[in-house]
Every structure is written in C-alpha cells, then in structure tokens.
C-alpha cells in the first residue's frame, strides 16, 4: 500500500506487449531466468554490431574487428545495459536488424523489426515517424504494411491478455518523472551544468535539435543516396537520445550505429585502424573513468550523461561530407 512512498516504486512503465518477449522465462527459476536473459542479451549486442558493420559496408580487418566487438561488450553503456538486464540491448538489436533490412529490400522483416523496437519507445520514437515518412515517399508499402500489422498483432494480444492496459500504461508513465531524478541530456546542459538557462533553455535547444535534424532528413530524402540516409538516420538517434524526456546511460548502447559509421570513415584515413583503436581506448577508459569518479550513492553523476550523445552530434555536424564519403 504504501509502495509510493519509496524512491522508486518501479510501475511497469513499458508497453504491455514487453512482458510477451519474457513469458518463456517467467516459469523459470530465477537465476535461471536471468542467466538466460544475460546470454539472450548479449547475442543481441553480437548480432546488432555484426549487422551494423554489413549496414556500413565497413570492412575492417579481422583483427580489428575482433577488437570492437570486446570493446562493444566493455564499453560504459553496453556493459551497463547488460548488466542491468536492459531491454535496450534487445531494441539496438531490432533497430540494427530493420535497417539492414532494409538495405536488403526485406521490407516485412524490416517493417516487423522496427515494431518490436518500440518496446522502449523512448529510444526509437523519431525513428519510427522519419522512417514511416521515407517509406510513403518512396512507396515502400510492404515495409509500412510489416510494420503496422506487426503493430496490431502486439496491441491486439495486448487487448486480450489485459483490455485495460493502455489506461494502467499511461498512468504508470504520467508518475515516471516523479520518481527519476534526470531528464534528457539537454535537460541536464539547461538545469544543471547550465541552470542560468532553464527550462527556456531546455525547451529552444530541443526545438533546435529537432529542427536540424527535419532539415537533414528532408535534405537526405532529396538525394536518395545511401550515404546521406545513413547519415541522417545517425543523426535521428543521436537527437533522439538528447531530446527525449526520460534517457538513461544504458540506452546509448543503440549510438554504436552511428558509431560504427564513424569508424568506417575513420578506416579511410592513414593509419585508420590504429585511429579507431585509440578512440575505442579513450572511450572505454574515458566514461568508466568518469562514471567512477563522481558516482555517489550509486547513482550516476549527471555529468556521464553528456560526453556521448553531444560529442557524436558535434561529429555529425561538421563532419557531414567526411561521414557520407562525399556524397
């Protein structure tokens, strides 16, 4: 009864649909269950880099390779998300499997993938409207039809299995912000490292944000050129993780896409490979060594939330033509 009352009174604050993806482990013993979800997990982070390499077309040498993938499992926010048991992991996975998808012309898969990402939409909201939008443009329907059918089959079962829960969803989301104590990146730059500039601040560099990346997108669907499009749709999840309302550290582990795009721009470069090592080094070394040395209580310092998701957005922006290859 008085579960309120306590810091966190951790609401299922997901899509009913989520709890369909744990329903085999449900009968499981514990450990057992989350032994199971930790291997499940970490076959995801695997296949998303895997396929965000073939999105690319990046072509490191073995070795290298080899290197980003321990680095992918050691780097801050995924070793946080597996830690933590994160569906984050399994929605980097989806995003990473719709647009190679795509790429591929699988349009259904492509279409399904994306649907089952929204189980944190949080982290694919942007994403889902831009590529909607592409896909009517471009008259990809099978796409649009894999995606809205996969849609009505989750909140269809949803229906069933609980007619109530999109009211129940929506109040235990309406008491999210009572009880975390951070908001996006953007909000943190505004109230905390910043506070001179407020929720004025807040509100004008989200619209901003979001301005440039309407601008990028309309800019890439004008070209049609696959450089562009994996330019703009890094960009997508790069403002999406500044601007949405509620982030955590762990959802950062879908920025290995634009990551992994960087590298491959990188790879042309003299002595590429050794470039792309020694970032890999800066970040693994860089945000551990930030989240250990402010942490307090358990909690992360704010500041960890900043580097990433501002320093990627400063690459994309004045690294558009190096990113894209010239295109």
């Known amino acids: 009864p008085d579960e309120e009352q306590e810091f966190d009174p951790g609401p299922f604050a997901y899509p009913f649909y989520t709890a369909f993806l744990l329903l085999p482990l449900v009968w499981m013993p514990y450990p057992a269950a989350e032994a199971v979800w930790l291997v499940v997990l970490e076959a995801c982070l695997f296949v998303g880099v895997l396929l965000a390499v073939r999105l690319y077309n990046w072509r490191p040498p073995r ?51 994306l649907a089952l990402s929204t189980v944190k939409p949080q982290m ?38 609980e007619p109530g829960w ?36 807040e509100w004008g560099l989200s619209l901003a944000a979001l301005g440039y990346l309407l601008v990028a997108w309309r800019a890439a669907l004008r070209k049609r050129t696959k450089g562009t499009c994996d330019w703009a749709m890094g960009l997508c999840l790069i403002v999406t993780n500044l601007v949405a309302l509620r982030t955590a550290t762990t959802n950062y582990v879908i920025l290995l896409l634009p990551l992994v795009l960087a590298f491959r721009a990188l790879q042309r470069e003299r002595w590429g490979p050794w470039l792309i090592v020694l970032i890999e080094v800066v970040l693994l070394a860089g945000l551990w060594g930030l989240f250990l040395t402010t942490v307090a209580d358990k909690f992360e310092h704010p500041a960890v939330y900043l580097p990433l998701p501002f320093g990627l957005l400063v690459v994309w922006a004045l690294g558009c033509r190096w990113l894209t290859g010239g295109e």
């Open 63 to 113: 070795w290298l390779f080899v290197c980003t993938v321990i680095w992918a499992y050691l780097f801050y926010p995924d070793a946080r998300a597996l830690l933590l048991g994160q569906f984050a992991v399994f929605v980097f996975a989806m995003v990473a499997l719709s647009l190679w998808a795509l790429d591929q012309r699988l349009d259904i898969l492509a279409g399904s993938c």
């Open 124 to 161: 694919v909201f942007l994403l889902v409207m831009l590529l909607l939008w592409w896909a009517t443009l471009d008259r990809r329907w099978r796409f649009v039809g894999g995606f809205l059918g996969t849609m009505a089959l989750l909140l269809g079962a949803s229906w069933l299995a």
């Open 166 to 201: 999109m009211a129940g969803f929506v109040r235990q989301v309406a008491k999210y912000p009572s009880y975390t104590a951070i908001g996006s990146p953007i909000w943190i730059l505004t109230h905390i490292t910043f506070p001179v500039l407020g929720t004025w601040g």
